[in-house]
């Protein structure tokens, strides 16, 4: 995973993210492993480069009233080249890879959150090429 600073572009808005979470279902199935929540989203290049979909589960710890953190993790369908191409860009090897994300929030008022996440997709390995995708940003969040 890329930890040093070189690694990230720090000088603007780059992405717009976005997700819908669900309550988690009253199914025991769910219960049995910490009751996460499904989730959908999307990470979406402003600047005509890679984006993503993703869909997953999603948990989230409260660390009392005010904050919490949360980890998902699911698959994601990119729109990055499968084989050579030049930087920017990068080379994923296959549309679909595994999706992580993580996150410390708070939570602002009754509907209203603010979470900081990290979020990375890639293969694993899978696939002939695997740079992956790694985003760090700020989300707010409404819950209706």
Same mark, same amino acid.
Not at 23 to 43: H, K, M, N, Y
Not at 59 to 80: C, R, S, V
Not at 116 to 127: R, V
């Given at each position: ?18 997700d819908v979470i ?30 993503i979909a993703h ?11 005010? #904050? !919490?953190?949360?980890? /998902?993790? %699911? +698959? ?12 920017? *860009? ?7 890879? #595994? !999706?992580?994300?993580? /996150?410390? %929030? +708070? ?12 979020? *990375? ?21 409404f819950k209706f």
């Amino acid at each position: 995973l890329p930890f040093t600073s070189e690694n990230y572009r720090f000088n603007g808005i780059t992405d717009l993210s976005f997700d819908v979470i669900f309550r988690s279902p009253e199914v025991d199935a769910f219960r049995w492993i910490g009751s996460p929540r499904p989730r959908i989203g999307a990470t979406v290049s402003m600047q005509g480069l890679d984006s993503i979909a993703h869909a997953g589960l999603l948990w989230q710890l409260p660390l009392g009233d005010t #904050f !919490y953190l949360e980890a /998902g993790f %699911g +698959a994601a369908i990119n729109t990055g080249s499968l084989g050579e191409t030049s930087l920017p *860009h990068r080379r994923f090897g296959c549309r679909v890879g #595994f !999706y992580e994300s993580f /996150g410390l %929030g +708070a939570n602002l008022s009754s509907n209203t959150t603010m979470t900081l996440t990290y979020e *990375h997709t890639s293969n694993n390995g899978y696939c002939e090429y695997n740079d992956g995708l790694s985003n760090i940003g700020l989300r707010l969040g409404f819950k209706f």
